[in-house]
């Protein structure tokens, strides 16, 4: 009975298309904007076009051997290249900035002058590259005028550019600003299984629907067809998150790491997580259909808000002054166990944030069942 009872709720919900538009397209259409939007401004994909420059090949250029060797190391071909060089001439190289073919001049007398045709970013980069070696060399100066023996220190390291730090992301895949949009996105999705969970009360209730008083009817008991209906609404909202998942990764190309066991998790205690929002939504607040409906979404999008769905920084900032609706707040939390494989090498914070959901989810059933089941009708 349990499992024909199961079926055939099953059936009856994947025909709601209203639904069904809400919880799987209405999510992959707003993903699809977010990707226009700036999913495609990531530092996997960013490419930096090194600026044009040239250099007046002169005596002086060539007997500066620090500036000399630090041009030298900004324009090398790889990931780090900032320059593109051209040593020339004065004629040829104020021909070629009159032309646009370079961003400006360098020329090395007693100074180290820069020459531009206009001003823009590229321009304000090379200035900003001359004014910090010559601050540089001047903290030098001062230094050897009091300690002359640091010279030969200070005429090697003094044209290297160095960089001892390293982005990187410890779930494998690309470090990328904007992927946690995409994780409070799918936190949404999660949570609009509410409508689900809120479809099964209002026709489980014979006060709210013609259907929950032929239901009330039937002798399958009432704890069969509470958890049957439950599965049912469990199973639809896993496979439209899987779907959302597969439309992420294989469509727009947004990586989530190697911990794809840990993800599919995350996504399957969200999904109990807003079933039994939906669940607790249906049997607390008192109303018809379009009252509980109403405050769903209103709850669903200040959740999704406060885990950083329309601006990022938020989720932060709710951390930080307000921590304990940070551990209350299944969106936030779905969006954190994200983040926590992301950016983590242990899973420590990823299990505090599932085992959370879990108790959240547990307190909402728990409720739910309790007010269903001391309901009683003197008349329908």
Known sequence: MFWHVFLYRFKCLFRDKETVFWTLIFPILLATLFYLAFGHL???????????????????????????????????EGDSQVLTLILTNKEEAEAL?????VSGVITVSDTIGLTVKES????????????????????????????PEAAAFFFEELGNQ??????????????????AYFYALIAMACMYSAFWGLRNIIDIQPDLSATGARRSLAPTHKIKVILADGLAALSISFAEIVILLVFLRLVLGISFGDCFRFILLTCFIGCIAGVSFGNFIGTVIRGNESLKNGILIGASMAMSFLAGLMWVDMKNIVSSKAPVLSY?????????????????????????????LCVISTVMYAVSFTRLRGEKYASI
Request: aromatic residues 10%; hydrophobic residues 40%.
């Open 97 to 101: 900035l009159k032309e646009g073919a």
């Open 328 to 356: 209350i707040n299944p969106a936030a939390l779905i969006s954190d166990a994200f983040y926590s494989l992301y950016i983590f090498d242990t899973h420590k914070r990823f299990f505090i944030n599932i085992a959370l």
């Open 42 to 76: 990531t530092i996997e994909k960013e490419k930096f076009n090194p600026i044009v420059a040239a250099v007046v090949n002169n005596g002086a250029y060539q007997g500066n051997i620090p500036f000399k060797r630090m041009m030298e190391s900004l324009s090398e």
């Open 162 to 179: 160095r960089n001892y730090t390293e982005q990187a992301s410890f779930s494998g895949a690309a470090p990328e600003t904007n992927v």
């Open 120 to 147: 823009g970013i590229n321009q304000s980069i090379l200035k900003a590259i001359l004014d910090d070696y010559g601050q540089t060399a001047k903290v030098i100066t001062s230094i050897l005028s009091e300690n």
